[in-house]
């Protein structure tokens, strides 16, 4: 059973090495989103909205070989728990491919306009800049399993939601002089990016599930 | 092998019966949501938050069980495609339950006061039905396995994209009386019940591309 057990590894690893792939294309994603966005750049905006179909292609191709796996192997406790949590994670981080797509897409429909006023612009950015930190440690947490990290995750969103609310306060001041358009603009990129860290943030409570057999929160 | 098929096929009856059952709580959850949203009613507000931590239990069950059934039962092929699936309608089904959730959260946080000005009562009430029309058809394609109602859902969900798109319409008349505070609630509001709809949709696909091996879009 000894070359049989390690094809099987062999096959999980490779899952594991595509979830990875997965997180970093959409960690370039949505830092390439975030300074479209900030900069009003059209053809950057498109170039994120292209790429997403790769990110699709990538996860239906991957939850068609973690089924075939199953099929084939037919894995039992530990193992097929960590083919499903795999199929689960994939979701995850299409997700968050989804979430820089409508940022760019925002972009795109409001260029040669901007869509974020510069009294935003500092408070998007760190929004941005903590997405990208935090897919970043999430493909590290898939390939390490460091639980350690994967808490960090944690604060790192904790950090998501305090700029969320500071973009709240932005737009409630009762001197924000500018219009609906745009309110409505800041709160959907809010909502989008607040989501981009919660999938992320599931992710590592999957990896921290499996390796300790807790939840984390 | 007969009885042996027999108990497995009665195990799908049941995950089946228990996503029918998903489906009509968070159908029961819209509408309540819906209702509160409209009347300022703070304590219909108050249940819908407090049922959905029932969807919550009853996914997890239910998830826990799909798993135990495919390591026990080692199904391949369709059989294993359709607990699979399962798994992924359970998922829209309890992200479904949070949309109507994180609607009675804004009805609770603006109570007193009404989160919806009267010139989108209508528009909000039409939102509210189509959402409740889509999640009641759902459950029932997941028992029938009716494609013709599979594809109607399609429909249904460009009706929500019309009234989602009057949303807008609304708050960007130069003559919107209401602050940005609303603004940022409705633009929520809306997003919530074009997402529902959106994993009700999610839901007709799995059953429709599990009976022909077609995606129907």
């Given at each position: 059973m000894t070359w049989l057990r390690s094809a099987f590894q062999d096959e999980l690893d490779g899952v594991t090495a595509t979830l990875v792939g997965l997180s970093s294309l959409v960690s370039d994603a949505i830092s390439k989103a975030t300074h479209a966005l900030l900069t009003a750049n059209l053809s950057e905006a498109e170039a994120v909205i292209a790429a997403d179909d790769r990110v699709d292609d990538i996860q239906h191709e991957l939850d068609a070989r973690i089924i075939d796996i199953i099929a084939r192997q037919q894995p039992v406790a530990s193992d097929l728990r960590a083919l499903v949590t795999a199929l689960r994670m994939s979701a995850d981080l299409e997700r968050m491919g989804d979430m820089a797509h409508h940022i760019a897409k925002i972009t795109r429909l409001r260029h040669p306009g901007a869509a974020v006023p510069s009294e935003l612009l500092l408070t998007i950015e760190e929004m941005g800049k903590v997405a990208r930190t935090i897919s970043d440690k999430v493909g590290g947490i898939i390939n390490s399993r460091d639980i350690d990290k994967a808490l960090e995750v944690e604060r790192d969103d904790d950090e998501m939601d305090k700029l969320h609310r500071k973009l709240f306060t932005t737009l409630l001041d009762?001197?924000?002089?500018?219009g609906i358009e745009t309110a409505i603009d800041i709160t959907l990129i809010g909502r989008y990016y607040e989501r981009y860290a919660d999938h992320a943030v599931s992710v590592a409570r999957r990896v921290y599930f499996q390796v300790t057999g807790k939840f984390s929160k």
């Open positions: 009762p001197k924000w002089p500018h």
